[in-house]
């Protein structure tokens, strides 16, 4: 199949969620015998390259908007328009887009029936569902910022997601509770597909620490969170569960691996002088390298998010084998059986996180635990999602697309 990503990033210059998606399920589709072609941005200050592990990229070029580092809006109607047209040269058997890279879609479906070209949808979580955590996080820690992240998405769920949704063929997601919320949404359930991400379950066991200095030194437990530093990710009650876990663990560290958006940073350097937790919380930043690696460096990796579908930093902390403190998300708890294969916490509770914490660190069991787990997710490889995308666009195609180009 010839198959068409509209994602503004792919992991060559962005490591997150969707970017880390796209990459993968595109490079492990090529490796199975498709052709991917993506429509991404191009950033200042990044490589441009005409090809990322056998994705060919095509680029939107930068334009003017209020907000540079997620300028989806603006992005998908691009993308779109210059998908339009290279149709006029050439043809693809499927499109897919990630989340709110789909919005746009209601604007250029008409010229994609038109050339019998099939819309994949994946939603990894609805924008309601991010609203209701944001409102959450304004709830406990009241910000203008974080106030009208909740008004521009609340308009985005209202105005936007439902009718782009619609318009899919296709909608996949990753969880239970995200599909039901779809269905809610009166999305058809037979269009909705379940494909949780997957691992890279045999590099996160063999890989090994980086070389780079720790600041830390040879202090620990290292306690570790690896991801966006964000409010809707939970962080800033894992940096109030500190003082608890160091009453225990004097020698103890937290280790935050991950860049952030809207300066938030700032925000959790703050909270950390306020806590006099300087010189036992680290920020590394962004990781611009193999995120693996960093996973060796932790005695536990705590997973606090207040809202998030299957999280690909549990799969991984998993393979390789490293205990893993999680909130309580409902798309993940049907998700994790036997449910002790993990250390489960309260959302949005800095108190049951230490908790949870010191458990997985006293755990007399915590060796057989892991190992348990690395079993669990071995089967969650990116090869087999690959393949389950592969049989999604199939079955659109033989609804009545085209299979032009196989």
Same mark, same amino acid.
Not at 26 to 32: E, K, P, S, Y
Not at 347 to 366: F, K, Q, Y
């Given at each position: 199949?010839?198959?068409?990503?509209?994602?503004?990033?792919?992991?060559?210059?962005?490591?997150?969620?969707?970017?880390?998606?796209?990459?993968?399920?595109?490079?492990?589709?090529?490796?199975?015998?498709?052709?991917?072609?993506?429509?991404?941005?191009?950033?200042?200050?990044?490589?441009?390259?005409?090809?990322?592990?056998?994705?060919?990229?095509?680029?939107?070029?930068?334009?003017?908007?209020?907000?540079?580092?997620?300028?989806?809006?603006?992005?998908?109607?691009?993308?779109?328009?210059?998908?339009?047209?290279?149709?006029?040269?050439?043809?693809?058997?499927?499109?897919?887009?990630?989340?709110?890279?789909?919005?746009?879609?209601?604007?250029?479906?008409?010229?994609?029936?038109?050339?019998?070209?099939?819309?994949?949808?994946?939603?990894?979580?609805?924008?309601?569902?991010?609203?209701?955590?944001?409102?959450?996080?304004?709830?406990?820690?009241?910000?203008?910022?974080?106030?009208?992240?909740?008004?521009?998405?609340?308009?985005?769920?209202?105005?936007?997601?439902?009718?782009?949704?619609?318009?899919?063929?296709?909608?996949?997601?990753?969880?239970?509770?995200?599909?039901?919320?779809?269905?809610?949404?009166?999305?058809?359930?037979?269009?909705?597909?379940?494909?949780?991400?997957?691992?890279?379950?045999?590099?996160?066991?063999?890989?090994?620490?980086?070389?780079?200095?720790?600041?830390?030194?040879?202090? &620990?437990?290292?306690? !570790? %969170?690896?991801?966006? $530093?964000?409010? /809707?990710? #939970?962080? @800033?009650? +894992?940096?109030?569960?500190?003082?608890?876990?160091?009453?225990?663990?004097?020698?103890?560290?937290?280790?935050?691996?991950? &860049?952030?958006?809207? !300066? %938030?940073?700032?925000? $959790?350097?703050? /909270?950390? #002088?306020? @806590?006099? +937790?300087?010189?036992?919380?680290?920020?590394?930043?962004?990781?611009?390298?193999?995120?693996?690696?960093?996973?060796?460096?932790?005695?536990?990796?705590?997973?606090?998010?207040?809202?998030?579908?299957?999280?690909?930093?549990?799969?991984?902390?998993?393979?390789?084998?490293?205990?893993?403190?999680?909130?309580?998300?409902?798309?993940?708890?049907?998700?994790?059986?036997?449910?002790?294969?993990?250390?489960?916490?309260?959302?949005?509770?800095?108190?049951?996180?230490?908790?949870?914490?010191?458990?997985?660190?006293?755990?007399?069991?915590?060796?057989?635990?892991?190992?348990?787990?690395?079993?669990?997710?071995?089967?969650?490889?990116?090869?087999?999602?690959?393949?389950?995308?592969?049989?999604?666009?199939?079955?659109?195609?033989?609804?009545?697309?085209?299979?032009?180009?196989?």
């Amino acid at each position: 199949m010839n198959v068409a990503f509209i994602v503004t990033d792919l992991s060559n210059t962005r490591i997150g969620g969707i970017s880390r998606v796209a990459t993968e399920v595109g490079r492990n589709l090529v490796a199975l015998g498709h052709r991917v072609t993506a429509y991404v941005l191009r950033r200042d200050g990044a490589q441009s390259p005409l090809s990322f592990d056998g994705i060919e990229l095509r680029y939107v070029e930068k334009f003017g908007t209020v907000n540079p580092d997620y300028p989806v809006v603006g992005f998908s109607h691009r993308a779109f328009r210059q998908l339009l047209d290279d149709l006029e040269r050439e043809s693809f058997d499927i499109v897919q887009t990630f989340n709110l890279n789909a919005i746009a879609l209601p604007r250029f479906r008409g010229h994609l029936r038109a050339k019998q070209l099939p819309t994949v949808i994946s939603s990894y979580e609805t924008i309601m569902m991010d609203v209701r955590a944001k409102a959450t996080e304004f709830r406990a820690l009241p910000s203008m910022k974080t106030l009208l992240q909740v008004i521009a998405e609340l308009y985005f769920a209202l105005a936007h997601e439902t009718r782009y949704l619609r318009l899919a063929d296709a909608v996949i997601t990753e969880d239970a509770n995200t599909r039901e919320a779809l269905v809610k949404m009166r999305i058809p359930a037979k269009r909705i597909h379940l494909i949780p991400s997957g691992v890279d379950v045999e590099l996160a066991k063999t890989a090994k620490p980086p070389a780079s200095r720790r600041p830390w030194g040879d202090e &620990g437990p290292v306690i !570790g %969170y690896i991801g966006r $530093i964000d409010p /809707r990710k #939970g962080v @800033q009650y +894992l940096i109030d569960a500190m003082p608890r876990v160091l009453e225990s663990y004097p020698t103890a560290h937290l280790v935050l691996a991950g &860049g952030s958006r809207h !300066g %938030y940073d700032d925000v $959790i350097r703050e /909270r950390v #002088g306020s @806590q006099r +937790l300087d010189g036992r919380v680290h920020l590394l930043g962004r990781i611009t390298r193999d995120i693996l690696p960093y996973y060796k460096l932790m005695d536990v990796v705590v997973i606090p998010s207040l809202s998030e579908g299957i999280p690909i930093t549990l799969g991984e902390a998993m393979a390789a084998e490293v205990p893993v403190v999680i909130t309580r998300l409902p798309g993940v708890i049907p998700f994790v059986q036997p449910s002790d294969l993990v250390y489960w916490s309260d959302i949005a509770s800095s108190e049951s996180l230490a908790v949870s914490i010191m458990a997985a660190l006293e755990d007399p069991d915590r060796k057989s635990r892991v190992q348990r787990a690395a079993r669990f997710i071995a089967g969650y490889t990116w090869r087999a999602v690959a393949e389950r995308h592969a049989e999604v666009y199939s079955s659109r195609l033989g609804d009545g697309g085209s299979r032009r180009g196989e």
